[in-house]
């Protein structure tokens, strides 16, 4: 990912400070702003940024909109600099007192939101009326612009990466289904994928839920709602539910068998780690296999958590033996520090654990 002064720099903020004067309004704290951006995270670039313009814009709620909307007149007023915006816009809404100034609130939000994305503002406005804000993303569902579309998805996800969390979402797993069941079917992949990751994001907590969910969209389907679906499941298919796994058609395996599971004994940080086994079937019709491997990392106080990597999905005929091979990287990563010591891999089929090895990490 670009860095922060790749994506909310200087240079944004001084594109932004100039449609600020085009749109008539003082820039001064805006142009201020950037000169403290070292050292500062994106989200934290801005917030500064937005703390600026509501210092720069009006501070009456009228003018503040007319402001805005003249600052979405502009097409210079697109990219990194429209976050700090939408931010503004969903604080001053939110805090505005009426009804009528919420929703102008969240009008400008879908004007945005086709500039970059007013997701993140979006849950300043959920998390003061959470009602409020799922009826307007609801109607937004049959908008014109995918982008506002999406925006319905997205900005209601459970647990939308880099944005605060919605407690009033949190423990009403249903209220944002309304919206998603009438977004699986769109036209554009954008939507869909954003659609997907939300029902994906709701098995961290519900299966049961997203289960039966998937279950109605695989009734009523069209050309792309079988890939939508797996992408939705993939969470609980790596953690081997039976319920989602029987419902893309991976049972459980009865007939299969792992043998010869082989795994180098060693292997270095930076190197690779080679995997082989052979799958059997033994039974008399052919079987449908989701294969996954298990790394049991070790950690830091010496206990080993396991992670789920893809191996390969398949169909193993009857009587038919099918061999699987896989290395593993060790290369280092950021979001992962090695600890040498023993550690251990699992090679799970239709999600049941079929093979256990052990392996040293060296440092």
């Not at 039966?212 to 539910?241: E, Q």
């Not at 040498?340 to 052990?358: D, F, K, S, T, W």
Request: proline share 5%; with cysteine; aromatic share 6%.
């Amino acid at each position: 990912m670009p860095f922060a002064d790749e994506l909310l720099g200087a240079p944004a903020v001084k594109a932004l400070a100039g449609c600020l004067t085009v749109a008539g309004q003082r820039s001064t704290a805006t142009k201020r702003s950037a000169k403290a951006f070292d050292g500062m995270a994106l989200k934290e670039r801005s917030d500064l940024v937005c703390d600026a313009l509501l210092e720069d814009l009006p501070d009456d709620y009228v003018d503040f909109v007319a402001a805005v909307n003249a600052l979405v007149a502009q097409p210079e007023c697109s990219g990194w600099m429209v976050w700090p915006i939408t931010e503004a816009v969903a604080s001053r809404a939110s805090t505005a007192g009426s009804a009528r100034a919420f929703d102008t609130g969240l009008v400008l939000l879908k004007k945005l939101t086709p500039r970059l994305t007013a997701e993140f503002a979006l849950r300043t406005m959920l998390i003061a009326d959470v009602d409020r804000t799922l009826a307007a993303a609801k109607r937004w569902t049959t908008a014109r612009d995918e982008h506002v579309r999406r925006l319905a998805s997205e900005g209601t996800r459970h647990y939308l990466p880099w944005a605060r969390r919605v407690p009033q979402l949190l423990t009403r797993p249903d209220a944002t289904l309304p919206i998603i069941d009438a977004l699986y079917r769109d036209p554009s992949d954008y939507v869909r994928r954003s659609v997907a990751n939300h029902l994906n994001d709701l098995s961290r907590q519900h299966p049961e839920l997203v289960v039966d969910t998937a279950t109605r969209w695989l009734a009523a389907p069209d050309a792309n709602t079988d890939r939508l679906v797996r992408h939705a499941l993939r969470t609980l298919i790596k953690r081997g539910d039976a319920n989602a796994l029987a419902l893309l058609g991976f049972a459980a395996p009865a007939s299969i068998s792992l043998v010869g599971l082989n795994v180098d004994p060693t292997v270095s940080v930076g190197g690779t780690l080679g995997i082989s086994a052979t799958l059997i079937n033994s039974g008399d019709e052919p079987v449908r296999v989701i294969v996954d491997y298990s790394v049991g990392f070790r950690k830091a106080n010496g206990t080993v958590a396991h992670k789920v990597f893809k191996l390969a999905a398949k169909t193993v005929g009857p009587g038919e033996r099918v061999d699987i091979a896989k290395t593993h990287s060790f290369a280092p990563i950021t979001t992962r520090r090695y600890y040498p010591g023993g550690h251990e891999l699992a090679i799970q089929v239709n999600g049941l654990r079929m093979g256990l090895a052990e392996f040293e990490l060296l440092g």
